[in-house]
Each structure stands twice: as C-alpha cells, then as structure tokens.
C-alpha cells in the first residue's frame, strides 16, 4: 500500500528511511508548538487552544502536502509571520486577534486562487531579488528585536525609546545561554538543537525556582476559544489591504523558496529544473494557511527545517505523513507548552533570526539602486514594528531609485503598481 500511495521504489527509498527522515524533521520544527502559543497569547489569544490549533494546523498541512503532493516537506503555523500577526496587526495597528485570523484566511484563500489560475509564477518572477532578500532578512530583524525584549535584553526608554536592560539578571543571562547552546548544537548538526536549547533553559529556571512544573502529560486543552472565530468580514477593511498583502506575499515567497531549495537538496527537481506536482504543494500550503486560520493560529507555511528530513534520505510523503503523527502525539503534552516562560522561547527567535539574514549576502551591494531597498526593506520592519511597512517602503525604494536613475527596463508593470498603491495608502490611509 505504501509503495503504490507513495512511490517509494522510484524515489530510491524505504519506509525505514522514510521514517527516520520523518522524526528528524520533526525533532527540528517541534519548537513551533512552544514559541507560537507564547507569541499569539501576547495578541490576547488562549495560549491553551493556541497550542492545540498549531498542533492541528501543522496535521492538516502536512497530511495534505504528503498524501496529495507527495513531498517530504512538512508545514506549520509561520516563525516572523505569528510576530507580525501578534505585535503589529493586533498590537500597533489595534485590530482584534478574530480579524487577524480573518486577514489570514483571506490571504490563505488569495494563494489558493493564485495557485489555480497559476498566477503564483509570474508575481514570484516579477518581484526583485534584492527586494525577496530584504524581506527575508527584515523578518529576522523583526524576530530578533521581539527575541531581546522578551528576554529583558532591550526595555523601553523616554529618552532614547530603547535601551539595555539589566545584563545581571537571571533570565537575560539565562537566554544568551540559551542562544550559545542553540548555535553550538547546530554548527555541530545535532538533531533537534533549537528544542534541547528551549527546554535546556526551562530545566534550568525551574531548578533555579524561576518556573513552575505542572506536570508533563494531560489531556489536551480546550479549543473552543479560538475555533471559527475569525472574523472574515472584519477584514474587508481599506487599512487591511496592506495587511492580507504582506501575509500572501511573505507566504509565497516563503513556500516557493522552501519548496525549490528543498527539492534541489533532495534531487527532486526534473530534468528542466522544475519541480513537478508544484501546483499541488502550493495548493497544500494555502489549504493549510485557510484551516489554521479557522481552528486559531496564524499563517501555516512550508518549513525549510525539512531540509534536515531530506538530507538523512526523505524524498516522499511518507515522511511528511510520520511528521504529522508527530504533530498530532504532542497534543498530550500541553503542559510543557504552558510553563516555559519568554527568555526560553528568546533564543529560539534569535537563532532563526540568524538564519533568516543569511540572503544579505546574495545582494548586489556594488549596485546602489539594488542594495538601498533591500537595506530599507530590512531596516524598516524593526523599526516601524510591522513586516507590511517594510514592505511598502521596499517597493516604493525601488521603484523610486530604477526611475530616477533612468533604469526604466529593470522595472517591471507589476513592481509599479504594487509601488504606487502603497504610496497612496500612505497618503490617505495612514494620514
């Protein structure tokens, strides 16, 4: 039954093989039941049925990515998209968590349609390398920044808005602990480094007294808190244009560059360098954003982390299916999720900040016009506190800098256009 559902003989692989290809993957990724709950409370969110909803969202799509897509890439609720989610959309901007989660599912439902009338191509082609890094690293940015204030790193200040906090504290140098630990796991590729380094630190605080142990299996908490409350036409607002835009377009971006960076690892990529059934795992990646939505949780997207699966010899769905039991297991074990406190999900944040700049290094920094957006785009997310400003500001930098320095052919109809509805948000919406 495996091999005519999956295919196994052709992809040169073996259920064993494909198993613990599965358990990798899923030792690499199983922080996000952790940090995602910590990060949607703070929008007000049911930290209980936030954990429950992740869990859920990362079955439903990565079921649907290796049962129908047939690849070994496993998805989950967003890292930089649940912040954006969180301390923009509903902290700065002011928008209930149930509109947030209707933004969500309309973005959800946009790359749905993209990806049926295979749009997807050509807004992927069209946007500017430097523009796709940018955003990337501005992410990390924004991750980073929310990673050294929930660890005390960084407090506010009157005079300058920010400052250090207190270095001497238990739980700052309990996360730069954390975070050393993290970076030397990985660099010596152990399995599961980002998870060791989270509940390394909790161990630690609650042998300090710092934490509480309340047990370590129950029954899984209540998801009636958040379930089918998103309110879909809360987000038909003019202010959430901007919104619903960033969290497609970062999932695209996201999803398309996993996706290919995972097949090339893993040499499933045809003879032209396409990658087949793509239409399927991008249609997997939307279904999945549209359910989290409903059961509670912000964007669900392709994680690179399935990488590590492919690299031990995961090459069909079958992996991405035992990543998904996997998923569906930690639902006995919300109580772990409910006493690790901020300064051990930090460090987790910072390392994938780490690893979300890396794109910086791919710019064209002799080429000013490329660069300046790129670094604008970046700069601004952390800044402006909101992923979507930076990338209004990005397009607009570059659309602006092509035209001045008389570089009309660089410029594509798409770029503009996005460019100039931005400004016009800026002038009559943000006012």
């Known amino acids: 039954m495996l091999e005519k559902l999956f295919k196994l003989q052709a992809h040169g692989t073996t259920?064993?093989?494909?198993?613990?290809?599965?358990?990798?993957?899923?030792?690499?990724?199983?922080?996000?039941?952790?940090?995602?709950?910590?990060?949607?409370?703070?929008?007000?969110?049911?930290?209980?049925?936030?954990?429950?909803?992740?869990?859920?969202?990362a079955v439903i799509g990565?079921?649907?990515?290796?049962?129908?897509?047939?690849y070994p890439i496993a998805l989950a609720p967003g890292m930089g998209l649940n912040a954006f989610f969180s301390f923009t959309v509903v902290g700065s901007m002011g928008y209930s968590w149930q509109v947030a989660l209707g933004a969500v599912f309309l973005s959800g439902l946009l790359f749905f349609l993209l990806s049926?009338?295979?749009?997807?191509?050509?807004?992927?082609?069209?946007i500017p390398l430097s523009l796709r890094f940018g955003i990337s690293a501005g992410i990390g940015f924004f991750l980073a920044f929310i990673a050294f204030t929930n660890a005390g790193v960084v407090v506010g200040d009157p005079a300058t808005l920010v400052t250090i906090g207190s270095i001497r504290s238990p739980e700052v140098i309990l996360f730069f602990a954390g975070f050393a630990a993290i970076c030397a796991m990985a660099y010596r590729n152990i399995t599961g480094a980002v998870m060791i380094g989270i509940l390394g630190v909790t161990v630690i605080a609650m042998m300090l007294g710092m934490v509480k142990y309340e047990g370590l299996v129950s029954a899984p908490p209540s998801l009636a808190p958040t379930l089918l409350q998103l309110d879909i036409a809360g987000a038909f607002n003019v202010g959430m244009i901007s919104v619903i835009f960033a969290f497609l377009f970062v999932d695209l971006f996201d999803t398309s560059g996993t996706l290919i960076g995972a097949a090339q690892r893993g040499g499933l990529l045809d003879k032209d360098g396409r990658l087949p059934r793509l239409g399927r795992a991008l249609m997997s990646d939307s279904v999945a954003t549209m359910s989290g939505a409903a059961l509670g949780t912000s964007t669900t997207t392709s994680y690179v982390e399935s990488t590590a699966?492919?690299?031990?010899?995961?090459?069909?769905?079958?992996?991405?299916?035992?990543?998904?039991?996997?998923?569906?297991?930690?639902l006995l074990f919300s109580p772990i999720a409910g006493i690790i406190p901020p300064y051990a999900t930090a460090p987790a944040l910072l390392y994938v900040a780490v690893l979300m700049t890396a794109g910086l290094?791919?710019?064209d920094w002799e080429d000013v016009t490329d660069a300046a957006p790129a670094v604008v785009t970046a700069l601004t997310m952390p800044l402006t506190f909101s992923i979507a400003d930076g990338i209004a500001a990005g397009f607009i930098t570059y659309a602006a800098l092509k035209a001045l320095s008389g570089r009309w052919t660089q410029l594509n109809i798409s770029v503009v256009l996005i460019a100039i509805i931005f400004v016009l948000k800026f002038i009559f919406l943000d006012a």
């Open 15 to 57: 259920v064993k093989r494909e198993v613990i290809a599965g358990i990798t993957t899923f030792l690499t990724m199983a922080y996000v039941v952790v940090v995602n709950p910590s990060l949607l409370s703070q929008a007000g969110m049911d930290s209980g049925a936030v954990f429950v909803a992740t869990c859920l969202a």
């Open 62 to 70: 990565t079921l649907i990515m290796g049962l129908w897509a047939n």
């Open 116 to 126: 049926i009338f295979r749009i997807r191509e050509w807004i992927i082609n069209s």
């Open 309 to 330: 699966g492919i690299a031990v010899g995961g090459r069909t769905g079958l992996t991405a299916v035992v990543v998904a039991a996997l998923f569906l297991a930690c």
């Open 361 to 363: 290094k791919l710019i």
